[in-house]
């Protein structure tokens, strides 16, 4: 089992530009997570999927943000246009569990560190 | 609403030493579960246990130890004999039925030789 797996590790990007986070979860989990961490505001949730269908995008920050998942194998983050503020790193994570409230722990990607200059 | 506090921000402890991390959890809903994970200087989330709202146990996996007490809503986490690979940031989180998942602001532990 190769574990959630996040694409890219790093990206750097200019403020204005398009980022797109992709990540994969573990076959067979259907929910799955992003998260956002920073210093300053820890761990966030920014949206959870439960057999690809979005339940909660609550936490997603502004209309810059949006995300997909197309199919059960694969899920993106898109945040348009990027601003230095949305520097963070981003994790998404998987659980065989159905919703936020899993009684499963979460299965976390190796994150995507995010910086807008 | 939810919440977690890990009132411990950062905790220091020399190596061979037993350390508790404290975690206190507020929340409205009968059934919930607790969790905690680690994450390591190389940044990777990594959970370690689960635990029902039903099920007061407390529970030991090798050096590591959970004492979860409803009356005091806590769920605190003792390392026994710490070593240097369990400097970690440690996070406590909460779950329920009704809403989103709830992370404390973790705890920072360094272990030194």
């Known amino acids: 089992d190769a574990g959630v797996i996040q694409s890219p590790r790093h990206e750097v990007t200019e403020m204005g530009q398009e980022v797109t986070l992709r990540c994969k979860p573990i076959s067979g989990h259907n929910s799955l997570f992003w998260y956002r961490q920073t210093m300053m505001r820890g761990l966030e949730l920014l949206i959870y999927?439960?057999?690809?269908?979005?339940?909660?995008d609550s936490g997603m920050p502004e209309d810059r943000f949006s995300a997909k998942m197309p199919n059960a194998s694969f899920s993106t983050l898109k945040i348009q246009p990027s601003e230095p503020r949305d520097s963070a790193v981003y994790f998404c994570?998987?659980?065989?569990?159905?919703?936020?409230?899993?009684?499963?722990?979460?299965?976390f990607g190796s994150g995507t560190r995010l910086t807008v200059v | 609403a939810q919440k977690v506090t890990q009132a411990q921000t950062e905790i220091s402890v020399v190596e061979k030493e037993d350390v508790t991390l404290d975690c206190v959890y507020e929340t409205r809903d009968t059934t919930y579960y607790l969790f905690w994970y680690k994450q390591p200087p190389s940044g990777e989330l990594v959970f370690l246990i689960r635990r029902n709202s039903f099920d007061e146990q407390n529970e030991i996996s090798g050096r590591y130890s959970w004492n979860f007490q409803k009356s005091t809503s806590s769920f605190n986490f003792t390392i026994t004999a710490s070593q240097v690979v369990d400097s970690a940031v440690y996070f406590c989180a909460l779950g329920t039925n009704a809403g989103k998942s709830t992370f404390g602001d973790g705890t920072t532990l360094t272990v030194k030789p």
């Open positions: 994570a998987s659980s065989p569990g159905t919703g936020s409230s899993s009684p499963y722990g979460y299965t």
């Open positions: 999927f439960n057999n690809n269908v979005p339940i909660d």
